[in-house]
């Protein structure tokens, strides 16, 4: 009895091998588009600077203030420590798009001189700028 649930008959194993061209038939289709449909996670690096505190920086502020505003600058040189560049690369998930911004802060006597950038801070920045008296 055993012997005969381990072993399949001849009849079985004919149909057996009938249906294996079939079952491979239905199942390439589908393990087709499984490999499709791999997800690809969004990646983010650096550090994103908002118009918004763009907006609130000004110049004169010092370095410790510009870094409560915006976090830690992700590059620094060490030859250039007047210099801090924020950075941030974005790939949107399941897509080829990339967005990318620089934004670049010069300090003079440790406080802020000028910003150059894709973001742009808003015209009220400059207000605490020193006013050249004519």
Known sequence: ?????????????????????????LLAPLLALA??????????????VSQA????????????QVRFVLGTALLTDIFHEDRWDYVYWRRRANSRDVEERRFT????????????????????WSAGAPQSSQ
Do not use: W
Not at 1 to 15: E, G, K, S, Y
Not at 53 to 64: E, I, R
């Open 53 to 64: 505190a763009a907006s609130q920086l000004k110049l004169g502020m010092t370095k410790d």
């Open 1 to 25: 009895m055993i012997l005969t649930l381990l072993q399949p008959d001849r009849q079985t194993r004919r149909h057996g091998a009938r249906m294996r061209p079939i079952l491979a038939l």
């Open 35 to 48: 490999a499709g449909c791999v997800y690809r996670m969004e990646i983010q690096q650096g550090n994103y």
């Open 105 to 124: 802060l010069l300090f003079r006597d440790g406080t802020l001189n000028r910003i150059e950038g894709d973001v742009v801070p808003t015209p009220a």
